[in-house]
């Protein structure tokens, strides 16, 4: 018998169910090819939904979601909705309610992709940044006192415990061990003003490395120059390490030297449970329904999510098949300059997986 894998797929906002879409086409033929099953079950989460409804998840999603072995995640982000509320509602609920405390961007520059970086190439940028993804200026803490007077005060703190720290450490040292390329982790941080936060996170990372990864070199760098040489000189970096928010910050200049958000994907792991895939491009609401948006991201989040489940040969089928078609067939990542539509992409991939 072979293996089914039910899936959780959350097309979500704007172009999130078209770029879904090519990544399930994608899935079928791989998972026809390598002899293993999916069982996908749609979700309508998004702004549409909250319009409609007045709520952005019900209150039962997390525990439906801990049904699958998966969720792929198209976009999440309505042009009538105000900021945040989405985006809190159901993306970073959704990561927290899961437990997703990794969140995973390769950095890779695909073959034929143009890179902003002169003089740099596919051999010079391929990294992955393992973003915590629970805590930091993103856990909720803070408040607000004498809203709309001339003294109103906000704080938002950024908090890490411990236990926090070391689990997303232990997952990026397996990371540097598992690729077993330069076999080198940069821990990137604020150590200089953060003396708090980042003493927390310099330490454990030496505890842990001198005492389990022996094989792996570490690195340090203050988030300001990780910025800076990720554009000089990304070759010396293989596996980045570092908080919530400076991760979220980093994977946006990342994601711009591979060739932009149409290719950027990223996965958000609980690797003791279910894990969401997802390009980390936004909804696109002006190419909405045109046909035009690039879907390799999505291809690319459905290929992590293989890899993720255990389906090592189909996600590097899918990987090689996008390869080929960046280097052969498109004439640029941006929407509408592909010289090829969004389904039209989608079909290229999957006839080469
Ligand atoms: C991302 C996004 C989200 C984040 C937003 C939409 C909440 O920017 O996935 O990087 O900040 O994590
Ligand atoms: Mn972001």
């Known amino acids: ?35 293993f099953t999916l069982d996908l079950q749609d979700f309508d989460f998004g702004g549409a939904r909250y319009l409609r409804t007045g709520e952005a998840l019900p209150d039962s999603a997390a525990d439906e979601m801990r049904q699958f072995n998966a969720i792929l995640l198209g976009a999440i982000g309505h042009p009538d909705v105000k900021p ?23 950095v890779k520059l695909f073959p034929g992709v143009e890179t902003p970086i002169k003089n740099k190439g ?47 450490l232990k997952y990026a040292f397996e990371c540097a061990r598992k690729r077993g390329k330069k076999k080198t982790l940069a821990l990137c941080g604020k150590t200089n003003v953060l003396t ?3 003493d927390l996170w310099e330490r ?42 400076f991760g979220d910050i980093i994977t946006d200049l990342g994601a711009m030297t591979q060739g932009g958000m149409g290719i950027a994907a990223g996965g958000n792991i609980n690797p003791a449970g279910v894990s ?18 690039n879907p390799l991201a999505a291809i690319c989040a459905a ?8 389906e090592a040969k189909a996600a590097a089928a899918i990987e090689a098949a996008v390869a080929d078609v960046t280097a052969h067939k498109l004439k640029s990542l941006g929407a509408g300059q592909m010289g090829f539509s969004t389904t039209e992409v989608g079909d290229l991939v999957a006839e080469r997986v």
Not at 132 to 156: F, I, R, W
Not at 276 to 293: L, Q, R
Not at 303 to 310: A, K, Q
């Open 204 to 245: 454990a990372f030496h505890e842990m490395g001198a005492a389990e990864y022996p094989d792996i070199k570490r690195e340090y760098y203050h988030v300001d120059a990780t910025c800076m040489w990720m554009i000089k000189n990304p070759e010396w970096f293989d596996v980045i390490v570092t908080g919530n928010m």
């Open 122 to 168: 596919p051999a010079e940028i391929d990294y992955v940044v393992v973003r915590e993804n629970t805590g930091d200026l993103y856990s909720g803490v803070g408040g607000v006192s004498l809203k709309g007077t001339p003294h109103e005060v906000a704080v938002q703190s950024a908090v890490y415990n411990r236990f926090q720290v070391d689990r997303c």
């Open 1 to 35: 018998m072979s293996k089914t894998y039910k899936v959780a797929v959350i097309g979500g906002d704007g172009t999130g169910p078209e770029v879904v879409r090519e990544a399930i086409k994608v899935l079928q033929v791989a998972s026809r090819r390598h002899g």
């Open 303 to 310: 290929g992590m999510m293989l890899e993720t489940l255990g």
């Open 84 to 106: 945040g509320i989405l985006e809190k509602g159901i993306l970073l609920r959704l990561r927290f309610e899961l437990d997703q405390y990794i969140n995973l961007r390769p």
């Open 276 to 293: 969401m895939f997802e390009p980390i491009g936004g909804s696109a609401p002006k190419y909405t329904g045109k046909n035009v948006i």
């Open 196 to 198: 708090y936060l980042y």
